[in-house]
């Protein structure tokens, strides 16, 4: 697939390659005077027998805002 696409699928593998669930923080930060939305996102994966160390895994976000009229 990869190859077919001329992409680079590596981060995929991961998925495959360790056991675990990755776990997603995602903490806003409002500031007031210049109106800015910052989310700070933390991946965690708990260790398992055999992997304490774990690598971060692509995880696709997608985010929308809306205003107070809910547009």
């Known amino acids: 697939m990869a190859d077919a696409n001329g992409a680079d699928l590596s981060a995929l ?9 990755p776990r997603v923080e995602v903490t806003p930060v409002y500031e007031v005077g210049p109106q800015t939305l910052t989310l700070k996102v933390k991946q965690s994966t708990p260790p398992t027998p055999g992997q304490p160390d774990k690598q971060p895994v692509l995880i696709p976000l997608a985010v929308g805002l809306l205003g107070p009229d809910g547009g």
């Open 13 to 21: 593998g991961r998925w495959y390659g360790q056991a675990g669930t």
